[in-house]
């Protein structure tokens, strides 16, 4: 019997690997994408995965875009079914998301497992780019011909930053941010319009550049010098040292995706 991924979270936690945006090294890629296809065959419950993936010649991106798509939507959240409201009825913090023990993944068994098996047909076909990309915008709450141009990196380094759940929250909770929490409307049009900018920003590969070139953001940016604004859209780091050892500090990494709005 082929293990359920959404109803045996365990099979995810076990497997998180360091986030990797950019390709291996050459002396480590082998063992870098024998990892990963070893560990998505093992949550997709396909004993034959690797064998076919390596007579494919399946690229490092494609393999890991693939693994991650299995683990975040194996186990997610519908929105869609489930809704929002306040005071908030799902996790607020991304250990909780991480560890998917909360109701909410309870209550959204039928879609996860749908979802898990998707990518399962999908890594039983030779899955093109073009084919992964379609199935990460599907399980976000768009439909493929609603989203304009969709790059493989903007995919890959969104599910590397775990935003697969935050983008079909704000896709498929739209409804209810068009009213304040007194029942006053809200603008439904706008809300769509920064919506689907936020999302396709992300699916570009430009989600940095479009939240410091959008007018919101150029108008709260409006009084900093040059110098001080590239200061301020640095990715700075540092190091600080404890009894214990040496630590390292840092705000995210330079595509900011780290830097998303809450999952609620």
């Known amino acids: 019997m082929m293990p359920d991924i959404a109803l045996n979270p365990s099979l995810l936690g076990r497997v998180r690997l360091e986030k990797s945006g950019h390709e291996p090294r050459a002396d480590t890629a082998d063992a870098f994408v024998d990892k990963d ?5 093992d949550m997709l419950g396909d004993s034959e995965l690797v064998e076919r993936f390596r007579s494919w010649s ?5 393999v890991r875009t693939l693994r991650l798509l299995a683990e975040q939507a194996g186990r997610c959240i519908d929105y869609a079914a489930l809704g929002h409201g306040f ?5 607020v913090d991304r250990l909780t998301y991480r560890e998917g023990n909360h109701s909410s ?4 068994l039928q879609r996860s497992n749908e979802s898990a098996e998707a990518v399962r047909k999908l890594c039983k076909t030779r899955p093109s780019e073009d084919a992964i990309c379609s199935q990460f915008v599907r399980e976000i709450g768009c439909r493929p011909d609603s989203i304009g141009p969709v790059s493989m990196d903007g995919v890959l380094l969104a599910l590397e930053n775990e935003l697969l759940l935050p983008l079909r929250s704000l896709n498929e909770g739209r409804q209810w941010m068009y009213q304040t929490l007194s029942k006053a409307p809200l603008p439904t049009a706008e809300i769509d319009r920064v919506v689907q900018e936020i999302t396709q920003s992300v699916l570009e590969n430009k989600y940095k550049f479009w939240r410091y070139n959008n007018p919101v953001g150029q108008r709260q940016l409006e009084g900093l010098s040059q110098n001080q604004l590239d200061i301020w859209q640095e990715a700075s780091c540092g190091w600080v040292k404890l009894e214990s050892g040496t630590i390292k500090i840092h705000e995210d990494e330079d595509n900011e ?3 998303f709005l809450p999952y609620q």
């Open 37 to 41: 296809m070893e560990t998505l065959a």
């Open 58 to 62: 399946m690229s490092w991106k494609m």
């Open 87 to 91: 005071p908030p009825q799902h996790p």
């Open 105 to 108: 993944f309870e209550k959204s």
């Open 257 to 259: 995706l780290g830097l």
